[in-house]
């Protein structure tokens, strides 16, 4: 794994948390997205999927391209 998810899974564990996603630009206007989840009533995966990417319940991922982090930001705010 790469060393930035697990910050991802300690987000997640926050109280009063029910998912973590953590953001990491791979270069410019790539970003890579990793969704975990410890709340069994929310899936993930359909946050990557619909984001072109993949998983499972608990934990996902996607990767968004030729956006800036404000709108990668905001392609995410409109999924929850």
Not at 15 to 31: C, Q
Not at 61 to 67: C, D, E, I, Q
Request: glycine content about 10%.
């Amino acid at each position: 794994p790469h060393k930035n998810e697990y910050v991802v899974y300690y987000l997640s564990k926050i109280d009063g948390t029910r998912l973590g996603v953590l953001i990491i630009e791979e270069e410019p206007n790539v970003f890579r997205l990793e969704f975990r989840s410890r709340d069994i009533a929310y899936d993930v995966s359909t946050l990557a999927i619909a984001l072109g990417g993949g998983g499972h319940k608990n934990a996902a991922g996607a990767t968004l391209k030729n956006l800036t982090m404000v709108e990668a930001v905001e392609k995410i705010k409109g999924l929850l």
